[in-house]
């Protein structure tokens, strides 16, 4: 199974700072038909989780720009700039290039 | 809009075989695969299996041997059965709606509890 290294586990952060949250895959996330499907999730306290951004860079409908994905091959970021209190929660990214899907284990978003 | 619904029994006991339904509204089981995902309490999210659109099915290979995902179109309902029970099976169980390969909406889960 490919094995989804999320980092940091814990990220505090001051309202309107910025945060960057890291996912490396035990194998490369590109598939065979040249897509990469590393996904970003944010749950927040109590809620289902919803999907931020998909197919490494996306945003998904109705999601701010203040979310970014970047990054290939194994290594990916997610960028929050300008957080605000609707941001916080646990955010997972997830990978959907090998069977079986897997989910990185989560970073929790908090305030500083 | 896009719906999805879990419903299923709450608490079982170990051993025995769990059933949950999704129930969908706002797009058709035909054109989009639903998947099963599953967060134990205070912990993070395992993918349990997919229903793709065509009908056919993945299965995470940690509980192959243990699940079975169907449906019935006419109905818009997914189903999920899994058996032999353990207490490490409880948690959160979330249907979502496949867009492509990723989850695009997610109902709002229905709590399984294994326990004696």
């Known amino acids: 199974d490919v094995v989804m290294t999320q980092t940091p586990v814990s990220l505090p952060v001051s309202l309107g700072g910025q945060a960057s949250i890291s996912c490396r895959s035990s194998?490369?996330?590109?598939?065979?038909?040249?897509?990469?499907?590393l996904h970003w999730y944010l749950q927040k306290p109590g809620q289902s989780p919803q999907l931020l951004i998909y197919?490494?860079?996306n945003r998904f409908s109705g999601v701010p720009d203040r979310f970014s994905g970047s990054g290939s091959g194994t290594d990916f970021t997610l960028k929050i700039s300008r957080v605000e209190p609707e941001d916080l929660g646990d955010y997972y990214c997830?990978?959907?290039?090998?069977?079986?899907?897997?989910f990185g284990s989560g970073t929790k978003l908090e305030i500083k | 809009q896009v719906q999805l619904e879990e419903s299923g029994p709450g608490l079982m006991q170990p051993s025995e075989t769990l059933s949950l339904t999704c129930t969908v509204s706002g797009f058709s089981l035909t054109s989009n695969g639903v998947g099963w995902v599953r967060q134990p309490l205070g912990k993070g999210l395992v993918w349990m299996g997919t229903i793709w659109a065509g009908g056919s099915t993945n299965y995470n290979s940690a509980v192959q041997s243990r699940l079975s995902i169907s449906r019935d179109t006419s109905k818009s309902q997914v189903f999920l059965k899994m058996n032999s029970l353990q207490p490490e099976d409880t948690g959160t169980y979330y249907c979502?709606?496949?867009?492509?390969?990723?989850?695009?909406?997610w109902g709002q889960g229905t709590l399984v509890t294994v326990s004696s």
């Open positions: 979502a709606r496949q867009e492509g390969y990723w989850f695009a909406y």
């Open positions: 197919r490494v860079s």
């Open positions: 997830l990978q959907s290039t090998h069977f079986p899907l897997t």
């Open positions: 194998q490369s996330l590109v598939h065979s038909n040249g897509n990469t499907y």
